[in-house]
């Protein structure tokens, strides 16, 4: 019984010691994954800081938040979230938009439409970064939208979480969108396309938050 006994605890620690080397073993993995996977964000980050700092970025998202103000859109993204169906929506509410005239719209959206160009060629090892990683790397590199006006009660509280739940949407809809443009602009090199399709979806999401935010004042304003 005693040498059945002695065997028993014998085999026990063997398993002990297998178990504890397999849990360090995946420990040590899990730690090389995590390793790679925050050098390819911390290069991911870099080349995106210096994207969005160069003038060119700057001068782009100026013209985004100039065109989108002009537009003066009130309706459902999914109404503009083409370049056919924007110019369209244009057209057809010229009168109530802040443009001089279709000609004056359609000219500042292919000036857009060209910086927007000039952006990506000038920072193709972003892109090229971006089309080897994931959406959420690229999300979580956004900048946080937060409403002027923080909740104070439980009311509030609710408005806040349907403002930050069409935000995130929005942006997981717009990281999705720039990782597939980037691949194909890797293996096709289309500028034109990618930038065509980057601008139409920077407008879209302009859009949705800034509506979001009118929809959050007055849930808060029904909330008093």
Request: with cysteine.
């Given at each position: 019984?005693?040498?059945?006994?002695?065997?028993?605890?014998?085999?026990?620690?063997?398993?002990?010691?297998?178990?504890?080397?397999?849990?360090?073993?995946?420990?040590?993995?899990?730690?090389?994954?995590?390793?790679?996977?925050?050098?390819?964000?911390?290069?991911?980050?870099?080349?995106?800081?210096?994207?969005?700092?160069?003038?060119?970025?700057?001068?782009?998202?100026?013209?985004?938040?100039?065109?989108?103000?002009?537009?003066?859109?009130?309706?459902?993204?999914?109404?503009?979230?083409?370049?056919?169906?924007?110019?369209?929506?244009?057209?057809?509410?010229?009168?109530?938009?802040?443009?001089?005239?279709?000609?004056?719209?359609?000219?500042?959206?292919?000036?857009?439409?060209?910086?927007?160009?000039?952006?990506?060629?000038?920072?193709k090892p972003f892109f090229a970064e971006l089309s080897i990683s994931t959406r959420q790397d690229f999300v979580i590199l956004l900048p946080e939208i937060e409403p002027g006006v923080q909740p104070t009660n439980a009311c509030m509280d609710e408005c806040r979480a349907t403002f930050d739940a069409i935000v995130d949407a929005a942006q997981d809809?717009?990281?999705?969108?720039?990782?597939?443009?980037?691949?194909?602009?890797?293996?096709?090199?289309?500028?034109?396309?990618?930038?065509?399709?980057?601008?139409?979806?920077?407008?879209?999401?302009?859009?949705?938050?800034?509506?979001?935010?009118?929809?959050?004042?007055?849930?808060?304003?029904?909330?008093?």
């Amino acid at each position: 019984m005693k040498k059945i006994s002695m065997l028993l605890i014998g085999l026990f620690l063997m398993v002990s010691c297998s178990s504890d080397q397999d849990e360090t073993t995946i420990t040590d993995a899990n730690a090389s994954k995590n390793s790679s996977q925050t050098k390819a964000l911390s290069k991911l980050e870099s080349l995106y800081n210096t994207m969005v700092s160069s003038q060119d970025y700057i001068d782009y998202d100026d013209a985004i938040e100039s065109f989108v103000a002009k537009m003066k859109f009130s309706g459902s993204s999914s109404q503009i979230d083409t370049e056919a169906k924007m110019l369209n929506w244009i057209s057809t509410n010229i009168g109530s938009t802040g443009f001089t005239s279709y000609i004056d719209a359609e000219n500042e959206w292919n000036s857009i439409k060209a910086q927007r160009e000039t952006v990506i060629l000038n920072n193709k090892p972003f892109f090229a970064e971006l089309s080897i990683s994931t959406r959420q790397d690229f999300v979580i590199l956004l900048p946080e939208i937060e409403p002027g006006v923080q909740p104070t009660n439980a009311c509030m509280d609710e408005c806040r979480a349907t403002f930050d739940a069409i935000v995130d949407a929005a942006q997981d809809d717009f990281g999705d969108s720039l990782q597939l443009g980037a691949n194909d602009f890797g293996m096709s090199g289309d500028g034109q396309t990618f930038s065509r399709l980057m601008a139409i979806e920077k407008i879209t999401l302009t859009v949705t938050v800034e509506m979001a935010a009118g929809e959050y004042a007055d849930c808060l304003i029904g909330c008093l």
